[in-house]
C-alpha cells in the first residue's frame, strides 16, 4: 500500500492511495492541468486512476473535481451534503456516487470509512483507507480533535495530518479579527501543538509515518513546525515524520515496508 501527497496547502489538495490494482485521489484542489502534471511527476498514469474521494466542499480541494472526472470519466464519491454543496463548482460529473459518513464502503482493492471532522462545510469528513493488512488515515480542515477522530485513526500504521498554523503567528499577523477566529474555531483549522499532540499519543500506538500538511503560508512557517517536533523528540521517537509542500509532490509512503 502507497501514498503520496501531491500538494497540500490553501491553494491547492490531492493525495493518491494504491494497493493492488486500486488507485484513488483524495481531494484534487488543482487545475486538471496542474494535477495531471504533478501525477506524472510522480510516475502515475492518470488513466489509471479508479476513483476521487472528496471530504468537503472548499475549493482547495474541489477546483479540479469536475474536470478530471469529465476528462477520464472517473467516478466521484462524497456524502450527499458535499455533493449538493459542491455542484456548482464541480457542475455535472459522469459517475456521481454516495456514501453515508461513518458507514465503510469498498472500492476495488481498498477499504474505506469517512468519519465526521470539524469544519464549516455541510458535511465535512477524514478517511481512513486500508487494504485489510495497514491502514492509512487522512485528517485535514478540523478545528478540533474529537474522541471520534481518536478513534477514527487509533490503528492507522500511517496518517497525513492538517498542522495548519502557528497560534501566535496566527494572532500577529494580517488576517482580519474575524477571520483568526473562524481559523482558532473548532470549525476551523489545526494548530501545530495540537497535531503534534495528537502525533504523539498515535504514536504509542501503531502509528509509524506520519506527514504534516495544510500549513498556511501566512500563518505557519516549516521552521516553526520542525521546532516544535524537535521538542517532542522523545515522545515522537519511532516515528517518520515529513512535512507535505504546496508547490511540490511529496516522498512516497509505503506502508508494510520492511
Not at 457542475?91 to 482493492?109: A, L, M, S, V
Not at 493488512?133 to 485513526?153: A, E, F, K, N, Q
Not at 500538511?213 to 512557517?221: D, R
Amino acid at each position: 500500500m502507497r501514498c503520496i501527497v501531491l500538494g497540500s496547502g490553501s491553494k491547492g489538495n490531492a493525495t493518491l492511495v494504491e494497493a493492488g490494482c486500486t488507485r484513488i485521489l483524495i481531494d484534487n484542489g488543482f487545475s486538471g492541468k496542474e494535477l495531471l502534471a504533478r501525477l506524472r511527476l510522480a510516475g502515475i498514469d492518470p488513466a489509471s486512476l479508479s476513483a476521487v474521494l472528496v471530504t468537503h466542499e472548499h475549493n482547495d480541494h474541489i477546483a479540479g473535481v469536475g474536470v478530471l472526472a469529465r476528462r477520464l470519466d472517473l467516478p466521484i464519491y462524497a456524502n450527499v451534503p458535499t455533493h449538493r454543496a459542491a455542484e456548482a463548482r464541480v457542475k455535472q460529473i459522469p459517475q456521481r456516487r454516495e456514501f453515508n459518513t461513518g458507514e465503510p464502503f469498498t472500492i476495488g482493492d481498498l477499504h474505506i470509512h469517512a468519519f465526521s471532522v470539524g469544519h464549516d462545510t455541510a458535511d465535512p469528513v477524514g478517511f481512513t483507507v486500508s487494504d485489510g493488512l495497514h491502514s492509512l488515515g487522512y485528517c485535514t480542515d478540523t478545528g478540533s480533535i474529537t474522541r471520534l477522530i481518536r478513534h477514527s485513526l487509533s490503528r492507522c500504521q500511517a496518517l497525513v495530518l492538517e498542522a495548519n498554523h502557528d497560534v501566535a503567528m496566527l494572532r500577529a499577523g494580517p488576517y482580519p479579527l474575524a477571520l483568526q477566529q473562524r481559523v482558532l474555531s473548532i470549525q476551523g483549522h489545526l494548530a501545530n501543538t495540537e497535531a503534534l499532540q495528537l502525533a504523539t499519543e498515535l504514536a504509542a500506538g501503531q502509528l509509524r509515518q506520519l506527514v504534516l500538511g495544510h500549513l498556511s503560508e501566512v500563518n505557519n512557517h516549516p521552521e516553526l513546525l520542525l521546532r516544535e517536533i524537535a521538542g517532542r523528540k522523545e515522545a515522537l521517537t519511532g516515528l517518520d515524520i515529513t512535512l507535505a509542500c504546496q508547490h511540490c509532490v511529496g516522498p512516497v509512503l509505503e506502508l508494510g515496508k520492511p
